[in-house]
């Protein structure tokens, strides 16, 4: 399998929970993004990280959130203490950055409903 | 995203018919992508523009950034029912992300 691959791809959840998502990028992407995406609207970037190092994170990564990439390959992604706005989709993305611009491949998605 | 706007928001062809959809950037694009979900589903990449007037073709979808680089265009030839799905342009600003914007619905009607 040459995709993103994340795991699972569906998860209920009770709210106060914490739950964490798994995102395996193409192998020899270094990039690797975390989106999330509510019904009717495009994605929405959380966090990035160049190998192992998160260098970027959204105002939307409240201190609930926190990711992962700990030896700069895969990612997870966990949500403490889940409230009911955090339903949506999570999406991984990954590129390979060699200095100019490539496209980033994105993952099927994990949809977490927090009921 | 207030960066980036898709119209329209919907529409709905009949199959064989050309249509086009629209991104417009409120400030100067690095770089525009499309990209096709399908519902419930992970984005596929269609495409990828970084020059300005940069044209490129995939099978039956074309896509064009203007010389200026604010707005792009995802042009469909002879529509068919596969075609359907959501089309996101995403923007790339300097950043190391993308802003997409909302999304335009495609229904292909046979």
């Known amino acids: 399998d040459t995709g993103v691959s994340q795991d699972p791809r569906h998860k209920i959840t009770k709210r106060g929970q914490n739950v964490t998502f798994r995102c395996d990028p193409i192998?020899?992407?270094?990039?690797l993004y975390w989106y999330r995406q509510t019904l009717g609207q495009g994605p929405e970037f959380l966090t990035y990280?160049?190998?192992?190092?998160?260098?970027?994170k959204s105002r939307l990564l409240s201190d609930r959130f926190s990711a992962e990439r700990p030896k700069g390959s895969f990612s997870t992604l966990e949500i403490q203490r889940t409230e009911q706005g955090d339903s949506a989709m999570y999406l991984c993305?990954?590129?390979?950055?060699?200095?100019?611009?490539?496209?980033?491949?994105f993952g099927q998605g994990t949809r977490l409903t927090v009921v | 995203s207030q960066e980036l706007e898709q119209s329209p928001q919907s529409l709905i062809v009949q199959e064989g018919k050309n249509l086009t959809i629209n991104c417009t950037s409120s400030k100067t694009l690095y770089g525009l992508y499309w990209y096709k979900q399908k519902y419930g589903e992970g984005l596929i990449f269609l495409m990828m523009?970084?020059?300005?007037?940069e044209e490129k073709s995939h099978e039956k979808i074309t896509a064009k950034l203007d010389e200026k680089k604010q707005q792009s265009s995802l042009h469909i030839t002879a529509s068919q029912p596969s075609h359907a799905g959501i089309y996101l342009c995403g923007g790339d600003y300097y950043g190391n992300k993308l802003v997409f914007g909302a999304g335009t619905i495609l229904r292909v009607k046979s």
């Open positions: 993305a990954s590129s390979l950055g060699t200095g100019g611009r490539t496209e980033a491949f």
């Open positions: 192998s020899e992407h270094n990039r």
């Open positions: 523009l970084q020059k300005g007037g």
């Open positions: 990280f160049q190998n192992e190092a998160q260098l970027e």
